[in-house]
C-alpha cells in the first residue's frame, strides 16, 4: 500500500460516516426527537440577569421620559425593581403624573408602576 493510496484512505472512511450522518436542509432523521425540557417547574433568573434587566428598564424609562416634549425628566427619579418601576419627585400637575405613568407602562419587562410623584412645584 502507497503513502498515497493510505492517505485517501484515511480521508475517505471520516468523510463517507459525514455524508451519511448528514441530512437535506429541513429535514430530520427519523431517530431524531425532540429535546426533553431539563425541568417543568418554573426557576427564577439569576441575580444579574435580573438586575440588568432592571437596569435596561430603567434607562428605557428615563429615555422616554427625557423625549417628552412637557416633562421635565431632572425632576423625575425612576427606579426599576423586580420589574416594578418606581418614579419620585414632582410634576407640574395631573396630566403630566398620568403621562409619566403611562410611559413608564409602555415600557417592555415592566409589571408594575409604583407612583410616588406629587404635582406641583416645591
Known amino acids: ?4 493510496y493510505r492517505f485517501i484512505a484515511a480521508l475517505a472512511l471520516p468523510l463517507a460516516v459525514l455524508a451519511m ?3 437535506a436542509p429541513g429535514m430530520a ?8 425540557p431539563s425541568s417543568t417547574g418554573r426557576t427564577a433568573a439569576p441575580r444579574d440577569t435580573a438586575a440588568a434587566s432592571d437596569r435596561a428598564i430603567t434607562a428605557e424609562v428615563q429615555a422616554r421620559l427625557a423625549n417628552a416634549r412637557t416633562l421635565d425628566p431632572g425632576r423625575i427619579r425612576v427606579s426599576t425593581t423586580d ?3 418606581k418614579l419620585e419627585g414632582t ?22 408602576v409604583s407612583d ?3 404635582a406641583g412645584t416645591d
Open 1 to 4: 500500500m502507497t503513502a498515497r
Open 21 to 23: 450522518t448528514a441530512s
Open 29 to 36: 432523521a427519523p431517530t431524531d426527537a425532540p429535546a426533553a
Open 83 to 85: 420589574g416594578v418601576v
Open 91 to 112: 410634576v407640574r400637575d395631573d396630566k403630566q403624573r398620568t403621562m409619566a405613568m403611562e410611559l413608564a407602562r409602555s415600557v417592555r419587562g415592566v409589571s408594575a
Open 116 to 118: 410616588e410623584l406629587r
